[in-house]
């Protein structure tokens, strides 16, 4: 058995933080890194090939799962960052093992041979992160392969699994592990429907959070293990949920079929459920009789491209000048709602705490319209550069903001704290910290019902069926995403409300999938 290299130590915050997230540098530990590089070696595979080779946490694993199953691996890779390397070799690994890498960029500059086996934890490197040349070439990269535009959001994580999709040879098998975003982000249903079209999904492996192999960060981990094979209809899923769990290496290399009592929460699910629900997250039992959408409108709070120029305290307002009909009273923080409902006492709370709570908002109007406390702000702003800001030069003038009715609830869609619904009795506009959330009707009657079934815990425990997740339990929804949040039967019957008579999407999918998946088999 080779030397195991320590468990990384991350730095909690500062410069060396920021530095990591900027190159992706988190190792994958041996026990998870052996899970993977089973997959492969259990398939038949010899030549292991890491294209994020980092620290050479799969080298290591691939020669001690080799070790196991009594057969010689050969290792190939790429990696950037040559430095990394270097100090790879202070890890247990050989100068041999490591001579099959090359210092390429295994994306944009990728190897010129088609790969059999494939294991990475590619760099998790957020797209605003990435330089603007960086995203147009793998946006060109990435429509090219799959014909369709996978959205700018996706990290360089994505293009990662689409390069080594790519590149596997016919028979080949690759295991990556990647943030639950990958199988939950705006983007997923197209990245995962291109991908089960064309590839065999075998298996999905989620963490518990007592289970994460990456304890620290911010970050959900999902493992998925793909063959170049024909498209299957059914694939295993695993649930880890105890650490160090070497249960889930001994069920990869059984070819999926051996666990070890206790260790790990196996099942077979369909795909098109699996991708409808989210393949990082447990399936979804088929009893919600209506989504949200079947009675309220979902939208994003107000995006000012400058909240320092446009979001004002009380005393700001004042001291500007400023009239109160170019002012709407609004919420930024979700830090600054407390509870489950924001009054007027609580802006003016706000207000002496110095929070802003003012969205400066003139409309169209030519600036010689506006009084003139309104056109010396106006011209600061300008001095300040912001009619050339992203969001802001988008607009017609510059200075017109975004409008939203007042909604009658808000909802914290990003939290440490649970994200929430908020009754909104303070009659603000939020920003982008939340959802707006409108009843479809405004009978005063139906929005108290609809708020006691968005208050209900069945309704507050679905939250995460349509959440990205992250790491310590923070949820962040988007605004379609959370029209289409599972209401139980129960919540309805409580809060008074009654479901639509028909059957829900995801459901009438799953029933023409079963039918189909029946004739092929019988065929
Ligand atoms: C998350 S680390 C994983 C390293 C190692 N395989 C492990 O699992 O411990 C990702 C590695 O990818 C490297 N990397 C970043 N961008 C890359 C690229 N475009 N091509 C190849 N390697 C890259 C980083 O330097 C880093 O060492």
Not at 315 to 331: D, W
Not at 433 to 442: A, E, I, K, Q, R
Request: glycine share 8%.
């Amino acid at each position: 058995m080779m030397a195991e290299q320590a468990v990384q130590k991350l730095p909690a915050s500062g410069p060396e933080r920021e530095k990591l997230r900027q190159s992706g540098q988190f190792w994958t530990p041996a026990w998870v890194a052996q899970a993977m590089a089973a997959y492969p070696i259990a398939g038949g595979h010899r030549t292991i090939f890491d294209p994020a080779v980092g620290m050479g946490a799969f080298f290591r694993a691939a020669l001690a799962v080799a070790e196991l199953a009594n057969v010689r691996v050969r290792l190939q890779g790429a990696e950037v960052d040559k430095s990394i390397l270097d100090k790879a070799k202070t890890s247990g690994l050989k100068s041999r093992d490591l001579s099959g890498v090359e210092v390429r960029d295994f994306v944009l500059d990728p190897p010129r041979t088609k790969l059999k086996a494939i294991v990475a934890n590619p760099p998790y490197i957020r797209h605003h992160r990435l330089s603007a040349d960086v995203k147009s070439r793998l946006k060109i990269f990435s429509m090219r392969l799959t014909g369709v535009a996978i959205d700018a959001r996706a990290g360089y994580h994505i293009h990662f699994l689409l390069r080594a999709l790519q590149l596997l040879e016919q028979g080949g098998r690759l295991a990556f592990i990647v943030p639950a975003d990958t199988c939950e982000g705006v983007f997923a249903g197209t990245l995962w429907q291109w991908i089960t079209r064309h590839y065999r999904l075998d298996a999905v492996i989620t963490f518990d959070h007592m289970a994460t192999p990456f304890p620290g960060v911010d970050t959900n981990p999902v493992i998925i293990m793909i063959e170049n094979a024909p498209p299957g209809a059914e694939f295993h899923w695993a649930r880890v949920t105890q650490p160090d769990n070497l249960a889930l290496r001994a069920w990869v290399l059984s070819g999926f079929k051996t666990v070890e009592a206790g260790t790990l929460s196996v099942q077979r699910r369909l795909v098109c459920e699996g991708i409808a629900t989210g393949l990082s997250r447990p399936p979804q039992v088929m009893t919600h009789p209506a989504v949200l959408a079947d009675f309220a409108r979902v939208m994003r709070g107000i995006a000012t491209g400058a909240n320092e120029y446009f979001f004002l305290t009380a005393e700001r307002v004042t001291a500007l000048g400023l009239q109160k009909e170019f002012l709407v009273p609004a919420i930024g923080r979700t830090r600054d709602v407390a509870g489950d409902e924001l009054t007027h006492a609580d802006l003016r709370r706000l207000e002496a705490q110095q929070r802003p709570t003012f969205l400066f908002s003139p409309n169209g109007n030519l600036p010689s319209r506006f009084p003139w406390s309104v056109r010396r702000y106006l011209k600061r702003g300008e001095r300040l550069g912001l009619p050339d800001k992203p969001l802001i030069k988008t607009r017609k003038p510059w200075y017109k903001m975004e409008t939203r009715a007042i909604p009658p609830f808000l909802f914290a869609y990003l939290g440490r704290r649970n994200a929430r619904f908020i009754r909104n009795r303070a009659g603000v506009v939020p920003l982008t910290g939340f959802l707006c959330v409108y009843p479809l009707s405004d009978a005063p009657n139906f929005v108290e019902r609809l708020w006691a079934l968005l208050n209900h815990p069945d309704t507050v425990a679905n939250i995460v069926l349509v959440g990205k997740s992250y790491g310590g339990g923070a949820v962040k929804v988007e605004p379609r995403a959370l029209e289409r949040l599972p209401l139980s039967e129960r919540a309805l019957r409580e809060a008074g409300l009654a479901a639509p008579l028909r059957e829900t999407q995801l459901e009438f999918t799953l029933r023409e999938e079963r039918a189909r998946y029946k004739v092929s088999k019988r065929s």
